[in-house]
């Protein structure tokens, strides 16, 4: 077997229709919500199958302020596509919130919508939700909260293109 069919065989098949996503993103995002003044941040995102075998991505988030270069938020963790479309997220934020997200991905329109179902140990966010979306070949994101005081709505968008 030549190094390209290893290297295709080696994706696990449940994470292969998610495989557009593997590799570095990098761009600009901007963040708002009805109690704060809005903001602009850079960012890089980097997905990637570590262990062939797993149904599993690791993802991996940083940002930063345009004008400094200094950190802001940062999250990790795993999603786990499975072959039936629906796509199980957990992630573990800077900030110390953790979030369990189920949702789904739509090879066709190339559109991740994931809604939290456990979100742990924050002291504001009651809710997520997220969508990841390609769009002429740029990832675009939008992440929507609701807090103790505030409904669903959104705090971030962001466009990134691969590195
Ligand atoms: C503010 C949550 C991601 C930057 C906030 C607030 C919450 C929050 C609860 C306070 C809102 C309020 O006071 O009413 C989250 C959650 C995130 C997330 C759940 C991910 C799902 C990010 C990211 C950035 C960011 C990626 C930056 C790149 C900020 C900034 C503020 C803020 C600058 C305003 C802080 C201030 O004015 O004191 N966020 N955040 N957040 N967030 Fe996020």
Excluded at 72 to 101: F, N
Excluded at 114 to 130: C, G, H, L, P, T
Aim: aromatic fraction near 8%; glycine fraction near 8%; charged fraction near 20%.
């Amino acid at each position: 077997m030549n190094k390209e069919k290893e290297e295709i065989s080696a994706i696990h098949p449940a994470v292969a229709p998610l495989c557009y996503l593997l590799g570095k993103w990098k761009g600009e995002g901007e963040g708002g919500y009805s109690t704060i003044n809005s903001f602009r941040y850079g960012e890089q995102l980097h997905f990637s199958h570590p262990a062939p075998g797993k149904p599993v991505i690791a993802y991996s988030h940083n940002t930063w302020k345009l004008d400094s270069g200094l950190p802001m938020h940062s999250e990790s963790g795993y999603w786990r596509p499975k072959h039936d479309g629906s796509v199980e997220v957990v992630i573990a934020q800077s900030t110390g919130l953790a979030e369990v997200l189920m949702g789904t991905h739509s090879a066709e329109d190339i559109v991740i919508k994931r809604q939290s179902q456990v979100v742990a140990n924050a002291s504001k966010v009651r809710e997520i939700s997220r969508v990841y979306e390609m769009v002429n070949g740029e990832l675009h994101y939008v992440v929507q909260m609701a807090t103790n005081l505030t409904a669903l709505q959104p705090h971030l968008k962001a466009v990134l293109k691969k590195l």
